[in-house]
């Protein structure tokens, strides 16, 4: 017998200025289901969730909560229509204690006054109801992120919430505290809760849900039974490949590789919560990449080896020299440069000019009291500007009017002009046309045939093969395999990638 719908959302349409962000998009929810909202980057995944919690608008589509409809204009009114939402950073109030916190706004009173005893005695009758021990009394600070996430639930089940949404609880997570989440969970849904968890942890979808939907590009994908879906399809539906309609692309490079030469080496290394211990070697002239879907550890990866995340497991080797990195400017003192994921917060100083950004690393490489001239600068500027064919008015405009292809390339030419060994290319061609992506490709190719040693992270498999002459595959923040040679082929990727079907935590 099918159990109850609790929430049906049809025909779902969203759109940003210039951007489709849902397209038509359905999703039901039954009561007592774990049902997973999966897709990379970009999917619409936020999206949906800020239209059902009232957010955002939708243009198009209905919300049913048991079969009456409903439009949330406010979280506020998603509460009061049964739909409680906890999201990855926990925004209740550190300073309170626990049962302030699960009572807030809704305290018991007596004679206008809170009445705290009555409040402490239902706090503590609430948690021991889902099994969560901590004192109502104890302040929230004190407790652990897992705990702090299980007194917001506590909180949104005690205002009977019939739809609960989970927002990549466990990212932040220890094995132990998800495994304690997952507990109150299948408690919640023995009493009929709804959950909508959205997470990209695949062993956890297959623990714990019972139905997935994928998105994918603003768009439906599918709605499919967790035990139907093998993981290698679900792999192939989040990153729009099917197997069978792909040629092989295989570069046309030969020269190059030095593999007698190895230019960085790290044994053991890892950073506790983000990365599990890893190898990896890299010779001289080699383009290496980290395949893996979201969030399965590649950018935690480079960035333990650049020092942005110190790590604190395992050693690290550069040119043969056992090295310490404490800072990612001893790491470029070392020879390497990190274009990083997200070049908005990370990548381009907005207000400053082309040539600004172009030259920022050089000069912070070489130190203030070796300032560079004005004609240096200029020559620099100009220089890469030409090489990478930087569409710009001039190498003084700000770098914010340029497009997001355009600011690309002016941090790959900020990252050259240092004369790294070894550049990190975190998704460079991410958000760019098809002309521009094609050029960093042969980029890439281009440098390491002049013998810089390149690793490449991007979310796009043909990218990949087009480029890297071996593959480490990532899943849950460790490394799971390596291909190379004549394995590297779309199908072996996305094996890997999906791991077996058995679970293996």
């Avoid at 489709?20 to 999206?47: C, I, P, Q, W, Y």
Wanted: charged share 30%; aromatic share 4%; hydrophobic share 40%.
């Amino acid at each position: 017998m099918e159990s109850k719908v609790v929430l049906s959302m049809k025909d779902i349409s969203k759109t940003f200025p210039g951007v489709k962000a849902l397209s038509h998009v359905d999703f039901m929810l039954r009561e007592g289901e774990v049902h997973a909202l999966m897709g990379e980057n970009g999917a619409g995944k936020s999206t949906l969730i800020k239209v059902l919690t009232g957010v955002y608008e939708f243009d198009s589509g209905e919300v049913t909560m048991s079969g009456k409809s409903i439009v949330n204009h406010s979280p506020q009114d998603a509460q009061e229509n049964g739909i409680s939402t906890v999201y990855q950073e926990v925004n209740l109030c550190p300073n309170l204690t626990v049962a302030e916190n699960l009572f807030i706004g809704r305290e018991p009173r007596r004679f206008g006054m809170i009445d705290w005893k009555t409040m402490n005695k239902k706090a503590a009758e609430l948690l021991k109801s889902l099994n969560i021990e901590v004192e109502p009394t104890g302040m929230l600070e004190e407790c652990s992120i897992a705990i702090q996430q299980m007194i917001a639930i506590a909180r949104a089940v005690d205002m009977e919430c019939k739809v609960l949404i989970l927002d990549e609880p466990t990212s932040s997570l220890d094995d132990e505290e998800v495994k304690k989440l997952f507990g109150l969970m299948r408690r919640l849904k023995d009493k009929g809760v709804g959950i909508i968890f959205v997470t990209h942890f695949l062993e956890q979808v297959y623990e714990i849900c019972d139905r997935i939907t994928v998105l994918r590009n603003g768009e439906l994908v599918g709605e499919y039974e967790t035990e139907s879906l093998p993981r290698v399809m679900l792999v192939a539906k989040m990153m729009g490949k099917d197997f069978d309609d792909l040629a092989d692309i295989k570069s046309e490079r030969t020269g190059g590789i030095d593999a007698k030469e190895t230019l960085i080496e790290a044994k053991g290394l890892g950073h506790q919560g983000t990365i599990r211990p890893f190898d990896i070697a890299i010779h001289k002239g080699e383009v290496v990449g980290l395949a893996g879907l979201l969030g399965s550890g590649r950018s935690e990866l480079v960035r333990t080896i650049y020092g942005a995340d110190k790590p604190d497991c395992g050693t690290l080797k550069v040119k043969g020299q056992e090295v310490k990195i404490g800072t990612p400017l001893e790491a470029m003192k070392l020879g390497m440069a990190y274009l990083p994921e997200d070049r908005k917060k990370e990548g381009i100083i907005a207000d400053l000019s082309v040539r600004e950004n172009i030259i920022i690393a050089l000069q912070a490489k070489r130190g203030m009291l070796k300032p560079m001239s004005r004609k240096e600068m200029e020559e620099a500027a100009d220089k890469y500007i030409d090489m990478l064919q930087i569409k710009t008015a001039s190498r003084e405009t700000p770098i914010k009017s340029l497009s997001g292809g355009n600011q690309q390339k002016v941090i790959i030419g900020r990252w050259l002009l240092t004369n790294p060994d070894f550049l990190i290319l975190d998704e460079p061609t991410r958000g760019i046309d098809i002309g521009t992506k094609t050029e960093i490709q042969k980029l890439v190719l281009k440098l390491a045939d002049e013998g810089k040693s390149i690793v490449f992270i991007s979310s796009e498999v043909e990218e990949m093969l087009r480029t890297c002459s071996t593959l480490h595959i990532l899943r849950d923040g460790k490394k799971v395999g390596e291909i190379t040679g004549d394995e590297l082929k779309q199908e072996k990727i996305m094996e890997t990638i999906a791991g077996g079907e058995e679970s293996h935590g």
